[in-house]
T-cell receptor, first 114, second 113 residues
Framework: SAVISQKPSRDICQRGTSLTIQCQVDSQVTMMFWYRQQPGQSLTLIATANQGSEATYESGFVIDKFPISRPNLTFSTLTVSNMSPEDSSIYLC???????????FGPGTRLTVL | GNSVTQMEGPVTLSEEAFLTINCTYTATGYPSLFWYVQYPGEGLQLLLKATKADDKGSNKGFEATYRKETTSFHLEKGSVQVSDSAVYFCALSKPGSNYQLIWGAGTKLIIKP
């Protein structure tokens, strides 16, 4: 299984600012995913990030608010732009790996927006 | 459409009790099924998986059997410990996609000593 790290692990930000979250994988992977998990809730997929192409966003999420970069097969970033308190969540990076469509997750970034 | 339904939590049990967390699904085709666990303050970990009907996934004393006739994948453990306290998510692989998963709402498990 892949080992995934995320930075920062947590942050407290002021409304109107932006935060970039980094996701690093210890092996090359094709599929990377970004999720949001609001307190006490399940996971909501923000976008799928494939290397060398534009990210694919789910309904309700737009590139201007959540720009994603995927410069190579081991790294991706998610930016949360022009933040508001409603953006306070855990943001999770995951990768698709293995032969049965499983995903492996990073430890998450806990974001609080004041 | 494709969906996963889990029993609502929180589920509160005493240590050494028997655990069942129900999970049912609707899906086209033959998805793979997964249980993930999220311990407090951590990301998700894959707990177990099953890829076809009648497969049994198992790990750390937990088991789940892929039941196509009842479209279920219930999680069981014979004797829970305080350290099993976590949120458990059932998921299925999205048909026709690469690695995308469809998630249940999650079930919070609280084990009291």
């Amino acid at each position: 299984s892949a080992v995934i790290s995320q930075k920062p692990s947590r942050d407290i930000c002021q409304r109107g600012t932006s935060l970039t979250i980094q996701c690093q994988v210890d092996s090359q992977v094709t599929m990377m995913f970004w999720y949001r998990q609001q307190p006490g809730q399940s996971l909501t997929l923000i976008a799928t990030a494939n290397q060398g192409s534009e990210a694919t966003y789910e309904s309700g999420f737009v590139i201007d608010k959540f720009p994603i970069s995927r410069p190579n097969l081991t790294f991706s970033t998610l930016t949360v732009s022009n933040m508001s308190p409603e953006d306070s969540s855990i943001y999770l990076c995951s990768v698709g790996s293995g032969g049965v469509n499983e995903q492996f997750f990073g430890p998450g970034t806990r974001l609080t927006v004041l | 459409g494709n969906s996963v339904t889990q029993m609502e939590g929180p589920v509160t049990l005493s240590e050494e009790a028997f655990l069942t967390i129900n999970c049912t699904y609707t899906a086209t085709g033959y998805p793979s099924l997964f249980w993930y666990v999220q311990y407090p303050g951590e990301g998700l970990q894959l707990l177990l998986k099953a890829t076809k009907a009648d497969d049994k996934g198992s790990n750390k004393g937990f088991e789940a059997t892929y039941r196509k006739e009842t479209t279920s994948f219930h999680l069981e453990k014979g004797s829970v410990q305080v350290s099993d306290s976590a949120v458990y998510f059932c998921a299925l692989s999205k048909p026709g996609s690469n690695y995308q998963l469809i998630w249940g709402a999650g079930t919070k498990l609280i084990i009291k000593p």
